[in-house]
């Protein structure tokens, strides 16, 4: 069965600096990976996703993951922060078929400090 | 036009009630979603309906009855509210595995 690890229940961090939020993942076949972000009392919004082909994706707001196979990781980073970015972020991972279920971590939240 | 709507946003209720939370999306998806999002945050999927056919019944209990009308459709019926159900309900819709989910803005149910 697929799970998902989010190490990091918060991660605080000074506007304008660089973040990683770490997803690592457990399947015994290939996977979708998905980033969802959370703002407060709001949904989920998707940030960015991985299929196949180019490790690296990009997504909305800046944001980029890399998939790495061998660790199998696919950690979510931004180069700069905003204070507008401060919000829950989850890693899910999907191994696609006939139901499709997708698999939440526990979340991690990035808090963005002025 | 809001992709996947849910109503009611907020939802109080006494022990013991029963309810219902509504959710539509007109994306034109084949399969829809509940999940249940406790108090700290942990995100866990409880049906999923494709094409109106129940195909994910995770452990639930059986107070918990989905029912899909139409496959824009997707109602959560909740009978003898308990308080361990205070909790975000989201319903979400796709379209398939590389697609994701689309999320509804949630349903905070308080059961005192």
């Known amino acids: 069965a697929q799970s998902v690890t989010q190490l990091d229940s918060q991660v605080p961090v000074f506007e304008e600096a660089p973040v990683e939020l770490r997803c690592n993942y457990s399947s015994s076949v290939s996977v979708y990976l998905f980033w969802y972000v959370q703002y407060p009392n709001q949904g989920l919004q998707l940030l960015l996703k991985?299929?196949?082909?180019?490790?690296l994706v990009k997504g909305i707001n800046g944001f980029e993951a890399e998939f790495n196979k061998s660790q199998t990781s696919f950690h979510l980073r931004k180069p700069s922060v905003h204070i507008s970015d401060t919000a829950e972020y989850f890693c899910a991972v999907s191994e696609g078929g006939a139901t499709n279920k997708l698999i939440f971590g526990t979340g991690t939240l990035l808090a963005v400090q002025p | 036009d809001t992709a996947v709507s849910q109503t009611p946003k907020y939802l109080v209720t006494q022990m013991g009630n029963d309810k219902s939370i509504k959710c539509e999306q007109n994306l034109g998806h084949d399969t829809m979603y509940w999940y249940k999002q406790d108090s700290k945050k942990f995100l866990k999927i409880m049906f999923s309906?494709?094409?109106?056919?129940?195909?994910i019944n995770e452990t639930v209990p059986n107070r918990f009855s989905p029912k899909s009308p139409d496959k824009a459709h997707l109602n959560l019926h909740i009978n003898s509210l308990e308080l361990g159900d205070s909790a975000v309900y989201f319903c979400?819709?796709?379209?398939?595995?590389?697609?994701?989910?689309?999320f509804g803005s949630g349903t905070r149910l308080t059961v005192v």
């Open positions: 979400a819709s796709s379209q398939g595995g590389d697609y994701g989910y689309t």
């Open positions: 309906y494709n094409n109106k056919e129940l195909i």
């Open positions: 991985y299929l196949s082909g180019s490790t």
